[in-house]
């Protein structure tokens, strides 16, 4: 177990800094303040990142760290922390390691020992949830579907009967493509469409996956709010009985048999066991 007391220890620590994913008065102070006085800056993109350092008059020694050199760059980072600097991470837009880069480094500075900080601010993926007009009691944030299509229809598949909203980003060049498949495969349901969030385009489509199929002139970076699975299921506990008894009959046990089916079917073993109990007591 490790207990991490950020602001009552001496340590070297590691600061996770949302930025701005479009306007800029959304920086924080307490941002722009943890920038100014960390010792580096690890970034995903350091032209990116010296335009907004600059527009906030920060100075700072800028260091690479994306996903084509994050292995290599984590060592050096906590070579950092060793020697006792601050070190702040961004990611070009919105906060480090969602759909970006950043999982690496953190680990390995909690294993080290260092703290590790978060400083909020903007996320596209809430910025479009909470005004979607969906559900938001419980939602799932999945980020992008894989490239390859073939990849995405079978992700898509594992969420058909997942219960509760969903968020999705995907890229304008994709996003023809994306709704046509999740049309396909979840079927016509609630969506709403985020672009150009905090933008003078902010624009919000909202509707169903069938009334949005075709949208072709969507531009900038996109956020897919989808409604979760609805319908109530009929579950027939006699056929699911019977498949209990035809385990027993083989030689597995009640309860392993209970396991099991309620397993594959995606129930409650509970409620399973209560069923099956209920419709033992009447002969079934």
């Known amino acids: 177990m490790q207990r991490q007391k950020s602001f009552q220890n001496e340590k070297a620590t590691l600061y996770l800094v949302a930025t701005p994913i479009g306007n800029l008065s959304e920086f924080s102070p307490r941002a722009i303040s943890t920038l100014k006085e960390v010792d580096y800056i690890a970034c995903e993109d350091t032209r990116v990142t010296k335009t907004l350092l600059e527009r906030f008059l920060i100075k700072g020694k800028l260091l690479a760290y994306h996903n084509f050199n994050e292995r290599e760059s984590s060592e050096g980072l906590i070579a950092l922390l060793k020697e006792g600097h601050d070190i702040a991470l961004l990611s070009d837009a919105g906060y480090p390691l969602v759909s970006d880069p950043g999982f690496d480094i953190v680990n390995k500075t909690i294993a080290n020992g260092f703290n590790v900080v978060t400083i909020s601010g903007p996320s596209a993926g809430l910025h479009a949830l909470i005004a979607s007009g969906m559900d938001v009691r419980h939602y799932l944030f999945y980020g992008f579907l894989n490239e390859r299509t073939s990849k995405a229809k079978s992700e898509l598949e594992?969420?058909?009967?997942?219960?509760?909203?969903?968020?999705?980003?995907?890229?304008?060049?994709?996003?023809?493509?994306?709704?046509?498949?999740?049309?396909?495969?979840?079927?016509?349901?609630?969506?709403?469409?985020?672009?150009?969030?905090?933008?003078?385009?902010?624009?919000?489509?909202?509707?169903?996956?069938?009334?949005?199929?075709?949208?072709?002139?969507?531009?900038?970076?996109?956020?897919?709010?989808?409604?979760?699975?609805?319908?109530?299921?009929?579950?027939?506990?006699?056929?699911?009985?019977?498949?209990?008894?035809?385990?027993?009959?083989?030689?597995?046990?009640?309860?392993?048999?209970?396991?099991?089916?309620?397993?594959?079917?995606?129930?409650?073993?509970?409620?399973?066991?209560?069923?099956?109990?209920?419709?033992?007591?009447?002969?079934?």
């Open 158 to 284: 594992s969420l058909m009967t997942f219960p509760y909203t969903m968020i999705f980003y995907e890229a304008p060049h994709r996003i023809t493509n994306t709704l046509k498949l999740m049309y396909e495969v979840l079927g016509d349901r609630k969506v709403c469409i985020a672009r150009e969030l905090t933008k003078i385009h902010e624009e919000y489509i909202r509707g169903t996956l069938k009334e949005v199929l075709g949208l072709d002139d969507l531009k900038g970076e996109i956020v897919i709010i989808v409604e979760g699975d609805n319908k109530e299921k009929v579950i027939d506990y006699s056929a699911i009985n019977i498949l209990i008894e035809e385990m027993i009959k083989e030689g597995v046990s009640t309860k392993d048999a209970i396991k099991e089916v309620s397993k594959v079917h995606g129930l409650s073993k509970n409620e399973v066991y209560r069923q099956y109990l209920a419709q033992k007591d009447q002969g079934f």
